[in-house]
Each structure stands twice: as C-alpha cells, then as structure tokens.
C-alpha cells in the first residue's frame, strides 16, 4: 500500500503518515511548510518507507510513484493561520484539491478530503448531521476557509460523479493533540500555553458556546477506516462529548495545576455558538467511534507541550 499525505507535515498529517507507516504502507509526505514543518516528521525521516516532498500543491505537482491512497489534508486550519493567509487557503482549497484530484484519478488511488465541521458555519441543527447544509457567511472573515472546503467538497463529488474516481470526505471536528504549535491561536494550546506559562487564559466572549473535542488518535483512526472502505460520504469524524468554552478552560486549568486566572476577551465575528457532531452515520458505515475521554486526551496533550514549551525555552536561553 502506498499513500500520499497532502498537508503531511502538519499537526493531523504528520500524524496521520505515522499511523500508515506504522501499518505497513509507504508513504509520500507533500507539504510547503505554511503553517506546518519539517519537524512533526523529523521522527519518521529514518524510516525507509518514508519520503517527504517540498511542493506546493497549488503549483505543478507530479508524484512519479504508484499510488493507492491520496490523503487530501493540505490546507490551514486554524483561524489565526487562515486569516493570515486568506488567498493560500482558498487556491489550496480549490486549485490545490483538483491538483490532488487529479494525481487520484490518474493513478486510480482512493480519494479521502479533510473537510471541516466549519462547512455547517454557525449551525441552526443541533448536534449537525451529515444531511444539514450548513450556515455560512460567504463574505465573513472565515469564508476563506469554510467557503473553501465547501468548494472542495462540490469539486470532490464531481470527480466521484463524472470521472468515476473512488472518493471520500470526511467532515472532521475540533481535533487536538500533540504536535499543535502553542501560538497556533486554536483554544486547547492557547489554555494550555497559557495555563502552564502562568499567564491569564483567555476566553473569548463569555465562555458560554460549546465545542465537541476530539483527540487526535481517535480521529486518526476514523480518518483511516474512511480510507479503507469506498465509502462516499460525507461522513462526520469527531467527539459528541460538548463542553462549553469556559468548561474547557477550567478543565485545562485544573489538569496543569495551574494558577493563571481567567479572562475573558472580545469574540470573533462569525464564531460557531455550538458545535457537536452526530457520529452515527460513522459507527453504522465505517464501526468507528472517538473512545478517548476529553480529561485523558488532554493529560496526553500537557504533557507533550511541558517539553516542548522547555525545548524552546532552552533554545532561548542557548539564543537559537
Ligand atoms: P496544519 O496547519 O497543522 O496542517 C496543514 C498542513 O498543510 C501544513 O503542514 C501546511 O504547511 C500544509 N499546506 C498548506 N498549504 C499547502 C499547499 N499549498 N501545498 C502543500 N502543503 C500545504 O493543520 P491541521 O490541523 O493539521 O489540519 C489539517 C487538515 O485537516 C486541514 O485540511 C484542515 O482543514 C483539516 N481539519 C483539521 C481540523 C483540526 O481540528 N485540526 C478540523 C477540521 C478539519
């Protein structure tokens, strides 16, 4: 089994080439280091079965290799980093996933898209089901990303549809773990940074909307039994357990033993109230559900950003 990995470098594909390697496959990893780098797969880099591409996915892109499997996960995801690069998210939302298409379809590789909770906006059905269309501003600041995703999706059908390519889309929820940059401006390594450096954790508005998390081995695998079933979807990946953003906070707070106060700051506009998926389109097609509980992933999560929070303060400390 060979697969490409889109995105690989970042924090949900480089986790995702370590699974697939981990089972056996070779795996491409193509990434441009926007928003992810070398270093999420500095640990994999010694493995034979294992190469990574520098390519920019929006450009000329050609894989000489057969391939099995195409991981579509190349695309900013974090609303810092997205409007950072508004542009770059929407080419590798629509150009970059036709390029990926493309290489799918030529090598008759199965097809998975990273799509996004974010394509249901500011829901008005709560938990979201796969067969709700969504609410979203196609001129708001997160269209870049969301607007973008929805595109891919329609692109993704399509070449399903008329092309006959072996498609599928997941639609992934809030995923965190190791391997998240502390200043990626996502909620969970923003309370943890800020919890574990002693500083005020931040919440934005008054704490009251929700997100369902989910860690990022459970998401991992329901990502991998998309891949490894023909199954079109969409199909939600993600936690039904919600928690509120203030629970979240006091919650990352008590597991670091932190003292940092709480805070509470002005809310993006266009921010989701809630936010849960309905998984049990993904229990009855692919038999996968998110078994990690939210306190145990995020023991996992501390633990992992203590040592790289000391790893770049000791790289301060040295002046590197
Ligand atoms: P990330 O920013 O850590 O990883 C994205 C990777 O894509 C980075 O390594 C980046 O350099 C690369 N990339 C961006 N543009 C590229 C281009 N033009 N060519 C090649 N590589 C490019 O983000 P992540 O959290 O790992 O998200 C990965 C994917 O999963 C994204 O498509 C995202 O939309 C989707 N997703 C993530 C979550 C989540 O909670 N993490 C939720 C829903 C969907």
């Not at 931040?202 to 990502?223: E, H, K, M, N, P």
Request: hydrophobic letters at 40%; glycine letters at 10%; aromatic letters at 8%.
């Amino acid at each position: 089994m060979k697969a490409l990995v889109t995105g690989g470098a970042g924090f949900l594909g480089s986790h995702l080439c370590e699974h697939l390697l981990d089972q056996g496959a070779e795996v491409i990893c193509m990434d441009n280091f926007l928003t992810g780098g070398p270093r999420n797969v500095e640990h994999l880099i010694d493995r034979p079965a294992f190469r990574i591409i520098e390519c920019d996915l929006t450009g000329f892109v050609h894989v000489p290799d057969r391939l099995d499997l195409v991981l579509h996960f190349a695309s900013a995801a974090s609303p810092a980093d997205y409007l950072r690069y508004p542009i770059e998210t929407l080419r590798v939302g629509s150009t970059g996933t036709l390029h990926a298409l493309g290489l799918a379809r030529e090598k008759g590789a199965r097809f998975v898209l990273a799509s996004t909770s974010e394509v249901y906006g500011d829901p008005l059905e709560h938990p979201q089901r796969e067969s709700y269309w969504g609410n979203v501003n196609p001129v708001g600041p997160r269209s870049v990303y969301d607007e973008a995703k929805r595109f891919a999706e329609s692109l993704t059908t399509a070449y399903r549809q008329s092309r006959g390519t072996d498609t599928g889309i997941v639609r992934i929820f809030n995923t965190y773990g190791p391997r998240m940059r502390p200043f990626d401006g996502r909620a969970i390594p923003t309370f943890i940074r800020q919890a574990l450096l002693g500083e005020p954790i931040t919440i934005t508005g008054d704490g009251s909307q929700t997100r369902s998390i989910c860690y990022v081995d459970d998401t991992v695998a329901g990502v991998l039994a998309m891949a490894g079933s023909d199954f079109a979807g969409p199909v939600n990946i993600g936690n039904p357990d919600e928690l509120t953003m203030l629970e979240l906070a006091t919650l990352v707070k008590e597991l670091t033993g932190s003292s940092s106060p709480i805070e509470f700051i002005e809310r993006p506009p266009d921010d989701p109230m809630v936010r849960r998926p309905d998984t049990s389109l993904a229990a009855e097609r692919l038999g996968w559900r998110a078994v990690v509980p939210a306190a145990e992933g995020l023991r996992r999560t501390i633990a992992w950003f203590v040592d790289e929070l000391s790893h770049r303060h000791r790289l301060e400390r040295l002046g590197a």
